[in-house]
């Protein structure tokens, strides 16, 4: 079973940067489907960035493009997201998933739900002045 650590959230002022890191173990393809979804209090789950590792597609929200960055470690099986140029409005809690089933196009083009993959614990982001 795929098994996920996160690291890297934090607190940050207005127009800083952050990098969250996701530490992949345990999966059997040698791509499989990887993002990052973020809730904030009071508000819907968003997903915020996912690719398709080894090499494939990537998908940015249009809330955060031109920001955040998502790029993968292959040989470390790390899935990264860059974020810069931080608001408040990306105060939330962020959760990597991965799901082994999921298909390459429906990971980057599709409404993709780890319904069938797994979470890591959450690593909270501040973004305050």
């Known amino acids: 079973q795929v098994r996920l650590v996160e690291s890297g959230g934090g607190s940050v002022q207005p127009g800083g940067s952050l990098r969250l890191n996701c530490a992949a173990s345990?999966?059997?393809?040698?791509?499989?489907?990887m993002g990052w979804f973020r809730q904030a209090p009071r508000e819907e789950r968003e997903r915020v960035a996912s690719?398709?590792?080894?090499?494939?597609?990537?998908y940015i929200a249009a809330s955060v493009k031109g920001r955040f960055t998502i790029s993968e470690d292959n040989a470390a099986n790390v899935v990264s997201l860059q974020m810069n140029d931080l608001t408040p409005l990306d105060t939330a809690m962020y959760y990597c998933a991965a799901e082994e089933a999921a298909s390459e196009d429906y990971c980057t083009h599709g409404y993709w739900v780890p319904d069938r993959g797994v979470w890591g614990q959450g690593t909270q982001v501040t973004v305050s002045a």
């Open positions: 690719i398709y590792t080894g090499g494939g597609a990537t």
């Open positions: 345990g999966y059997r393809y040698s791509s499989i489907c």
